[in-house]
């Protein structure tokens, strides 16, 4: 019986010893790495180790010769698994960057590399943090914090979102308020996919668009918002302009959370499918800015029937 994988390709090609130490590997380089699960997966598993061995092993043009490759290189255990390793970091590098958020990593280093207010750590995984930050202080806090950060920060949206060619300039400044913001907090250096990951919940860049019936009060809002259709004639006063004014600041999310602004964040998580936390700063963010808003001479209870219908009347 094969001892290891190096013997067991020695000697009889690919088994058992080869694949538990593939699986193996693949576990090495996530966590070493941070890289996502592979598509079908939300979470790291050994069957999701499995999946990635399989896709490397079926990939066209390459397929099973990975493992022949690595082993007509290799003189003995240690090296086979360091060929295997490198081999598996650099499929699941590739896997990475076709991914939506695999782009977004791409982008927004880019736009970070481009400045000199950020500074790229050395190592791995990829981390960035503000130039003025010391060198080798590493952030080690919850995702979610950085999250709840995120939406602190007011004033700024992405109105437009190119997936190829430039980033529009007022798109640039909204992920840059954000990024500084959040390196800022963390006064250290953060992944690359934590920071990914952080500007897809802010501006909700990946999620396809949605919309999820409003009600609330067994319908009392969707039936403010059809009177409202019926009866409202030509806007005079520009109650309109402000409510669409305000609804173009607001997140994805803060629209879906509009009616529901009397609940709490459990049932917020719950509308928007977020974690608990992520959900009450996306509430309590929305409050601020619609009090902030709604401190200006429009009439309040006008300019929120008006942002309610637009509830109303988003796309399905």
Known sequence: MASGAFEELQTGGFGPATFDLLRRLVHQVRRASGFPPPEGHTVWSDDAAYD?????????????????????????????????????????IDEAKKTP??????????????????????????????????????WQGDLDDLIAQATRVTGVGITRWNHSGPTPKQTVHALKAILSSVLQYAQGAVREEDLAKVLEARFDLLAPARFTALYADEGS????VDQHAATTAPDPT????????????????ERLLLPYLD???????????????????????????????????????????????????APS
């Open 238 to 253: 520009g109650v309109d302009g402000v409510a669409a004014d305000i609804w173009q600041r607001l997140s994805p999310n």
């Open 263 to 313: 609940e709490d964040a459990h049932h917020a998580a719950q509308l928007l499918e977020i974690r608990q936390g992520h959900a009450a700063a996306v509430l309590e963010n929305l409050k601020t800015t619609l009090r902030t808003a709604l401190s200006a001479d429009s009439d309040p209870h006008a300019v929120m029937t008006a942002l309610l219908r637009r509830c109303g009347d």
């Open 221 to 224: 809002v969707a039936e403010l």
């Open 101 to 138: 958020r695999g782009k977004l990593r791409r982008r927004i280093a880019r736009l970070m590399n481009e400045d000199t207010a950020y500074r790229k750590s050395s190592g791995s995984p990829p981390r960035w943090a503000l130039a003025d930050h010391a060198e080798g202080t590493v």
């Open 52 to 92: 990635v061995i399989r896709a490397m092993w079926s990939q066209e043009g390459a397929g099973q010769r990975f493992v022949t490759v690595c082993f007509a290189q290799a003189a003995d255990e240690a090296s086979l698994e360091r060929l295997f390793l490198t081999s598996i970091k650099n499929f699941l």
